[in-house]
């Protein structure tokens, strides 16, 4: 099993940044794929971006130059840095882990609880 436990997330205006962190323990694995997804109010749950311990990361087009995923094999904690931050960009943040580097929920086998963030005009 692997735990994941996120914080960071909070109020900001529209322009701000935040940086969120997804902490690992547990039975961790550097061959796993960390990413972070959101899901919105009445929205499903999306994709924001992806790393491997690697280095290797992809973004969703949303957040492209915006955000970037960041990781501390040595702390086993992923970082995603929200930069620009916009209205949109309110949501509930979830921190997965999983073997295949991937866009797709389904390949994520363990999830954090979330936590908030809330970008005001």
């Known amino acids: 099993q692997v735990q994941l436990v996120e914080s960071g997330g909070g109020l900001v205006q529209a322009g701000g940044s935040l940086r969120l962190s997804c902490a690992a323990s547990g039975r961790t694995s550097s061959t796993y794929t960390m990413g972070w997804f959101r899901q919105a109010p009445g929205k499903d749950r999306e994709f924001v971006a992806a790393?491997?311990?690697?280095?290797?990361?992809t973004y969703a087009n949303s957040v492209q130059g915006r955000f970037t995923i960041s990781g501390d094999s040595a702390k086993n904690t992923v970082y995603l840095q929200m930069n620009s931050l916009k209205p949109e960009d309110t949501a509930v943040y979830y921190c997965a882990a999983g073997r295949s580097f991937s866009v797709y929920q389904f390949h994520y086998t363990y999830w954090g609880q979330g936590t908030q963030v809330t970008v005001s005009s």
């Open positions: 790393i491997r311990w690697s280095g290797d990361s």
